[in-house]
T-cell receptor, first 111, second 116 residues
Framework: GQQLNQSPQSMFIQEGEDVSMNCTSS?????WLWYKQEPGEGPVLLIA?????ELTSNGRLTAQFGITRKDSFLNISASIPSDVGIYFC???????????FGKGTLLTVNP | DAEITQSPRHKITETGRQVTLACHQT?????MFWYRQDLGHGLRLIHY???????NKGEVSDGYSVSRSNTEDLPLTLESAASSQTSVYFC???????????????FGPGTRLTVL
């Protein structure tokens, strides 16, 4: 099925560092979403992007909808221990409501 | 507050048994989805529904069924549980209204199912 290529697969960083992760596809998407999942819980929506080139922030998180509509980026500034978790990108294409998910980026923050 | 709940949170069953996982949302969302999450595969869509009496197969639907008799609930049934269906199952819902950020899916807390 449709795949989103999410990278990196995992990151080990020190508290206070900035983090960047991205998602790419060979197809065009109408919507990009970024979720965070903590152990034992369901994914929680962080940011939604609806327009090519859109840059949206949510606290220390900033995400961008790539101008080609085939990619998206998530940046976390000044990481803290509670940022630990798995971050998923998701894209929506066409006229249906289904999402395609990346395989996730596991973020570990060392205090 | 509106929410989406799943039950049970944990379930252990035996091969061949029928199992039903419940999903209930109070957002009045038309769209509901079932995913399974496995290491190395991420979230994979099992079944989805765009409204009452509507059901559709996702990419990994074999061995699963759903029914939608009202807006709030989309139960997932494993007709004859297999060890390959050991996984964590997530339910999600979304609105169809463009005024309500219609592509944003909201997830339940998950059900961890073990088939022995």
């Amino acid at each position: 099925g449709q795949q989103l290529n999410q990278s990196p697969q995992s990151m080990f960083i020190q508290e206070g560092e900035d983090v960047s992760m991205n998602c790419t596809s060979s197809s065009i998407f109408n919507t990009w979403l970024w979720y965070k999942q903590e152990p034992g819980e369901g994914p929680v929506l962080l940011i939604a992007l609806y327009k090519a080139g859109e840059l949206t922030s949510n606290g220390r998180l900033t995400a961008q909808f790539g101008i080609t509509r085939k990619d998206s980026f998530l940046n976390i500034s000044a990481s803290i221990p509670s940022d630990v978790g798995i971050y998923f990108c998701a894209g929506q294409k066409g006229s249906n409501y289904k999402l395609t998910f990346g395989k996730g980026t596991l973020l570990t923050v060392n205090p | 507050d509106a929410e989406i709940t799943q039950s049970p949170r944990h379930k252990i069953t035996e091969t061949g048994r029928q199992v039903t996982l419940a999903c209930h949302q109070t957002w009045n969302h038309n769209n509901m989805f079932w995913y399974r999450q496995d290491l190395g595969h991420g979230l994979r869509l099992i079944h989805y529904s765009y409204g009452v009496h509507d059901t559709n197969k996702g990419e990994v639907s074999d061995g699963y069924s759903v029914s939608r008799s009202n807006t709030e609930d989309l139960p997932l049934t494993l007709e004859s549980a297999a060890s390959s269906q050991t996984s964590v199952y997530f339910c999600a819902s979304s609105s169809i209204s463009r005024l309500s950020s219609y592509n944003e899916q909201f997830f339940g807390p998950g059900t961890r199912l073990t088939v022995l």
